[in-house]
Antibody, heavy 116, light 107 residues
Framework: EVHLEESGGDLAQPGGSLRLSCAAS????????MSWVRQTPGTGLEWVST????????SYADSVKGRFTVSRDNSNNTLFLQMNSLRAEDAAIYYC?????????WGQGIPVTVSS | EIVLTQSPGTLSVSPGERATLSCRAS???????LGWYQQKPGQAPRLLIY???SRAAGIPARFSGSGSGTDFTLTISRVEPEDFAVYYC????????FGQGTKVEIK
């Protein structure tokens, strides 16, 4: 059974950084693209980023491009999202999901708060 | 960027009734790139439909997707008590974009 579990969510100050992790199990991790999707009451669901199975290709929403970096460790079945220069509007519940276009499997989500 | 507009915002139905949810795209997209999700409070979204009309694994047959061009529909043939939730459409034609959601509530 596929299981995705996010961690690393916390309170960050505007301009600060956070690193989210997503531990995956139940499938051959390196065979699948992985994605981050976030959700806020105001803006709803928003795709954030996707990384290919091999980790050599990544794409980002315009709203986070240049500030967020997605990466993966296929030897440890873990997905990461490095979030820099955080803004108030980045506050959301962040989900890791797979694969890349339609999201079949989701983690339970982790809250990120951005406030001074 | 393709914008998806869902209607109505809230749909009030009684158990056993038919529910019809609409998703309109700002430009024509292939139905192959349209999906639907269900989300209950405190839970992650759950994929219901992909490719416009294909049910995801384990999804009951009362859920069906249809449409083409700019107009797409999710139909719940007979609403069960567990179907009261928020439903989102999503396209992956150019980028991944979600609609704003339709809440299906008990009438």
């Amino acid at each position: 059974e596929v299981h995705l579990e996010e961690s690393g969510g916390d309170l960050a100050q505007p301009g600060g950084s956070l690193r989210l992790s997503c531990a995956a199990s139940g499938f051959t991790f390196s065979d699948y693209a992985m994605s981050w999707v976030r959700q806020t009451p105001g803006t709803g669901l928003e795709w954030v980023s996707t990384i290919s199975g091999g980790g050599d290709d990544a794409s980002y929403a315009d709203s986070v491009k240049g500030r967020f970096t997605v990466s993966r460790d296929n030897s440890n079945n873990t997905l990461f999202l490095q979030m820099n220069s955080l803004r108030a509007e980045d506050a959301a519940i962040y989900y890791c999901a797979t694969p890349d276009k339609v999201f079949v499997h989701w983690g339970q989500g982790i809250p990120v708060t951005v406030s001074s | 960027e393709i914008v998806l507009t869902q209607s109505p915002g809230t749909l009030s139905v009684s158990p056993g009734e038919r529910a019809t949810l609409s998703c309109r795209a700002s430009q024509s997209i292939s139905s192959s790139f349209l999906g639907w999700y269900q989300q209950k409070p405190g839970q992650a979204p759950r994929l219901l439909i992909y490719g416009g009309s294909s049910r995801a694994a384990g999804i009951p047959a009362r859920f069906s997707g249809s449409g083409s061009g700019t107009d797409f529909t999710l139909t719940i043939s007979r609403v069960e008590p567990e179907d009261f939730a928020v439903y989102y459409c999503q396209t992956y034609a150019i980028s991944r974009t979600f609609g704003q959601g339709t809440k299906v509530e008990i009438k």
